[in-house]
């Protein structure tokens, strides 16, 4: 009697229940989400890549259809598509060129160029030439790859000699000063005098357009802070490596640079005044007029609060301020700097958010006065993509202008440089990838949305009609594997008034009876938005972790970039703020009409500025967020690259950075902490990740933590995904995960 009471008890809570009726993060979830993962694989048909405009009325693209790869030409003017390649003997060629099997669908090459009859291709690391007609193929050349460090610090010396516009003389450095070359005499005569080993000229050289002038830079370096890495299982030695990176941080000195002016016949010379320069970030842009009489560059101050555009009289030296841009904030050099210099009309196209806004103004080149604003609204600008001079037309791409519409879909623009006759050129609602013809009469339009697969068209750059169709994304394939689209949601933000727009992923199995956890997928740089707005199924894999029980979700808090001045001011000395106010509300508000939606087992992670902000979610709001996985984090903006963090950090170094430090603030931690580094990360210095564990281990706290030998900046890898499920499972579901073993993981 008592087994069957509690058996009936069993069914009956059962019934009330659902919810509990079966457990998450369990063998079979963890099967599902592998196998959605390989089953959705390429499973999106139809939708083109590699789209070029190989001249005014053809292009080129590929997809993936059901038989694998296919390349596919498109000539406008006859509205035919054609494949790329009909001969059965170019696979063979390639196939025994490169000793791989290909068949039509699994070809994988890129950078093509049709010219002559013949197509360019690549293929790895190899250009080759095909003629249809004769049926040879060629190798054209191999191409080295580009070993360089993103962090390099350039010295500026060097002997590389530049050819004046008339191509009779060439300059170079020599013994840290300016020479040049009669080239027809080989006469060499030495300008400068004054350049040594602590002070010298850059070998950057710029001639004037009628070669009486050279200008270029004379440079002071400055010391370079060195990152100094260990790798300890180095696969080609058995004892560690130590290697150096040149590696920058905020507050560091910085070289200084000089513009200056040279008469290559008379040797006279004039150096700038750059009393007005004296906390230089960086001087660019070294550049003539057309006259020949003047030079320009761009100054960017220190703390990035200032950006200028200067300009120096070749005649008597004389350098004063042409266009300048001031904010009590920051000044997004990095991500919305835009300069078109309209030489023939005296007039140069200039970005700025002056008005709260990113838009386009018209400047008068010889005053720097403003011509007219170009755009102007609450929208933002934001890519230009061609300048016609002679219709006076622009073609840009901007956000935000539809109402009603996710304020983050791109859409095609074009307008007067007098500010009138705006024209939008793409209507639907949806995020639009654009691609210019040759000759500008048309585009390719690749709209989509998370939740619309990809639909390709051409249309006309006069009024963005539809000249053709060119495909139509089939996703019947990634239907039938399980996957569903993200739910697109919006909600206003913590002013009350501003919406804030993320996504919503739930798993295939989704039982609205049920309380799932949340997680949330972070990464708040400012320097961009980051939820994607164009199709893309399993982004960063976050169906796969919806498909272990849990409600994974992605959103743009306030501090991230491409919305109004004041929404990415946030971010101004603040990192820590991360959006989180935004994104708390974000989830309430989602969760009211949501029930399955359980807040009170919230957990976050993320890489890179994620991982500080994963981190940063438990110690400066652990009453909301209580489980994070944090990868290669940036937890002290004070050991990151100088250029990252000074752009919304500012200068100096001061109590800001220490009050945003997930080192300074690791004795507040609350929650469960999964860490993650590699181990030769040169991107982010992996002693940021050390000083946080040092700390917490200094306090007492519990968390875990896992090094990477080898690895550079990353998530971890497939090992540290494995981490990072489990972790979320034991501690969002509070159930064991399955051994690996049982997943076919040796």
Not at 504 to 529: L, M, Q, T
Not at 723 to 737: H, Y
């Amino acid at each position: 009697m008592k087994n069957s009471s509690l058996i009936i008890c069993l069914f009956i809570i059962q019934l009330l229940f659902p919810s509990i009726s079966s457990a998450q993060g369990e063998l079979a979830d963890y099967q599902r989400a592998k196998e959605l993962k390989e089953n959705i694989k390429d499973k999106v048909y139809f939708s083109p890549t590699q789209i070029v405009w190989q001249n005014k009325n053809l292009l080129t693209y590929s997809i993936q259809s059901e038989d694998g790869k296919k390349y596919f030409t498109f000539d406008i003017d006859k509205k035919e598509k054609k494949p790329l390649f009909t001969s059965t003997t170019f696979l063979k060629s390639l196939s025994d060129s490169v000793k791989t099997e290909f068949n039509k669908g699994n070809l994988q090459i890129s950078d093509i160029i049709i010219k002559d009859g013949n197509f360019e291709f690549r293929h790895n690391n190899i250009i080759w030439k095909w003629n249809e007609n004769s049926e040879k193929l060629e190798k054209i050349r191999t191409i080295s790859g580009n070993n360089s460090y993103w962090g390099s610090r350039d010295n500026e010396l060097g002997e590389r000699a530049t050819k004046s516009e008339d191509k009779t003389q060439e300059a170079f450095i020599r013994d840290y000063n300016v020479f040049v070359k009669d080239i027809s005499t080989g006469k060499v005569k030495q300008l400068t005098f004054d350049g040594m080993p602590g002070e010298y000229y850059s070998s950057t050289i710029h001639w004037s357009s009628d070669s009486k002038k050279i200008a270029l830079f004379k440079f002071r370096p400055s010391e370079v802070r060195k990152l100094t890495l260990i790798a300890s299982a180095p696969e080609d030695q058995f004892q560690p490596k130590v290697f150096e990176r040149d590696y920058l941080k905020p507050g560091d000195a910085l070289p200084i640079r000089t513009p200056v002016v040279i008469d290559v016949e008379t040797g006279n010379s004039f150096l700038a005044d750059i009393s007005q320069m004296n906390k230089q970030y960086a001087l660019s842009r070294l550049k003539w007029n057309k006259e020949s009489n003047a030079i320009t560059w761009e100054y960017n101050e220190r703390g990035h609060q200032r950006y200028t555009i200067f300009e120096m009289d070749a005649k008597n030296g004389k350098v004063r301020a042409l266009i300048e841009e001031l904010s009590e904030t920051f000044i997004d050099y990095s991500g919305k700097n835009f300069r078109k210099d309209l030489d023939e009309k005296n007039q140069i196209i200039w970005a700025s958010e002056r008005d709260g806004w990113r838009h386009l103004y018209l400047i008068d080149s010889k005053n720097g006065k403003v011509i007219n604003q170009i755009t102007k609204g609450e929208w933002v600008v934001r890519d230009v993509l061609h300048v016609d001079e002679v219709k006076s037309l622009i073609y840009f791409t901007a956000s935000g202008k539809n109402k009603g519409e996710d304020p983050y879909h791109t859409h095609l623009y074009s307008i007067g440089l007098d500010g009138k006759g705006l024209v939008a050129l793409t209507k639907e609602d949806a995020n639009h990838e654009i691609t210019l013809s040759e000759d500008k009469k048309y585009f390719v339009d690749k709209y989509s949305r998370q939740d619309l697969a990809p639909i390709t068209v051409i249309k006309d750059t006069r009024n963005g009609k539809i000249i053709s169709n060119l495909e139509e994304a089939n996703v019947e394939q990634l239907e039938k594997a399980g996957w569903k689209a993200p739910e697109i949601f919006a909600a206003k933000g913590r002013d009350g008034e501003t919406d804030i727009w993320g996504l919503i992923i739930k798993p295939s199995n989704f039982d609205p009876s049920r309380k799932y956890p949340v997680i949330e997928y972070i990464y708040a740089g400012p320097h961009s938005s980051h939820v994607p707005k164009s199709f893309n199924p399993n982004y960063y894999g976050l169906n796969e972790l919806a498909e272990l029980g849990f409600i994974v979700v992605q959103i743009d808090g306030m501090g991230t970039s491409n919305r109004s001045k004041g929404f990415h001011d946030v971010a101004w000395k603040n990192l820590k703020d991360a959006g989180f106010p935004d994104r708390i509300l974000w989830m309430q508000a989602a969760q009211k009409d949501r029930s399955y939606m359980d807040l009170e087992r919230v957990g976050i992670f993320g890489t890179s500025a994620g991982g500080q902000n994963s981190t940063g979610a438990l110690l400066f709001f652990p009453e909301f967020y209580k489980v994070a996985v944090s990868s290669c984090g940036c937890h002290d903006n004070r050991m990151d690259k100088i250029w990252w963090n000074e752009q919304w950090m500012g200068l100096p170094t001061g109590d800001h950075y220490q009050a945003c430090s997930n080192v300074s603030n690791a004795k507040n931690l609350e929650g469960k902490l999964l860490l993650m580094v590699g181990e030769i990360d040169d991107n982010v210095d992996p002693a940021s990740t050390y000083q946080l564990v040092d700390q917490l281990v200094k306090h007492n706290k519990e968390f875990e933590f896992m090094m990477f030998p080898g690895m550079g900046h990353s998530s971890g890898g497939e090992y540290g995904e494995r981490l990072r499920r489990d972790f979320f499972v034991k501690n969002l579901l509070n159930t064991t995960p399955p051994d690996w073993k049982t997943l076919g993981i040796k």
